[in-house]
């Protein structure tokens, strides 16, 4: 069965800085675009940021731009987003995602597959 197991998560001082990752079990991964979304309380669930399945190529939500940057590295099966400059706004449980194979990773990105999440809250 195909996982994706967030980590990373947890508790950060306004300007601080945290780095999630995304293990991907299973077969899923080198040929999937994979990406970022989170939920603040009582908010809808948001895209932040994509990459493409070869990796090189990412697309940011303009809330993060700048601040935010996700990498791959396909040989490990592993997807991060390292978050910089966090603002309580940024509170949230964030969601890896997986999309379909060779699919797009900009704002076409549409996820086939969830992880369970991972809390930041950033709080001074």
């Known amino acids: 069965q195909v996982q994706l197991v967030e980590s990373g998560g947890g508790l950060v001082q306004p300007g601080g800085s945290l780095r999630l990752s995304c293990a991907a079990s299973?077969?899923?991964?080198?040929?999937?675009?994979m990406g970022w979304f989170r939920q603040a309380p009582g908010k809808e669930r948001e895209f932040v940021a994509a990459?493409?399945?070869?990796?090189?190529?990412?697309y940011y939500a303009d809330s993060v731009k700048g601040r935010f940057t996700i990498s791959r590295d396909n040989a490990k099966n592993t997807v991060n987003l390292q978050m910089n400059s966090l603002k309580p706004e940024d509170t949230a449980v964030y969601y890896c995602?997986?999309?379909?194979?060779?699919?797009?990773?900009?704002?076409?990105?549409?996820?086939?597959?969830w992880g369970q999440g991972t809390l930041v809250t950033v709080s001074s």
């Open positions: 995602t997986a999309g379909r194979s060779y699919g797009y990773y900009d704002d076409r990105y549409r996820p086939s597959l």
């Open positions: 990459i493409r399945w070869s990796g090189g190529n990412t």
């Open positions: 299973g077969s899923i991964f080198s040929v999937n675009p």
